[in-house]
């Protein structure tokens, strides 16, 4: 059975840090791509950073500089890296995982990923 679950949502304050994980299991993330995706109050959801099953990367314009996904092969984690973070950074944010093609084809962006955490709320003041 395919688990995602995620942690590490919170409250801070612009220009601060925050890190998510997310447990994986059910599957390894060597054979898919992983992605984090953000859905803010009232607006679509928007997948901000994807990881390829080589450890590629990819990341959305509004957040390239500023966060990092990465994966703990020891734990089969992957996490996100987020610093200066911005109000507009408030949302709930989700790991997803789908097919590795989804990474090579750039499609990712999309983030029609067919397996979704529970999410965790990050939340940015300013």
């Known amino acids: 059975q395919v688990q995602l679950v995620e942690s590490g949502g919170g409250s801070v304050q612009a220009g601060g840090s925050l890190r998510l994980s997310c447990t994986i299991s059910?599957?390894?993330?060597?054979?898919?791509?992983m992605a984090w995706v953000r859905q803010a109050q009232g607006k679509e959801r928007e997948a901000v950073a994807a990881?390829?099953?080589?450890?590629?990367?990819g990341y959305v314009d509004s957040v390239k500089g500023r966060f990092t996904i990465s994966k703990d092969n020891a734990d089969n984690t992957l996490a996100l890296q987020m610093n200066s973070l911005k109000p507009e950074d408030t949302a709930v944010y989700y790991c997803?995982?789908?097919?590795?093609?989804?990474?090579?084809?750039?499609?990712?962006?999309?983030?029609?990923?067919?397996?979704w955490g529970q999410g965790t709320q990050v939340t940015v003041s300013s």
């Open positions: 990881l390829d099953p080589s450890g590629g990367t």
């Open positions: 059910g599957f390894t993330y060597r054979s898919v791509c």
């Open positions: 997803a995982a789908g097919g590795a093609y989804m990474c090579h084809s750039g499609s990712w962006r999309r983030g029609e990923f067919g397996y």
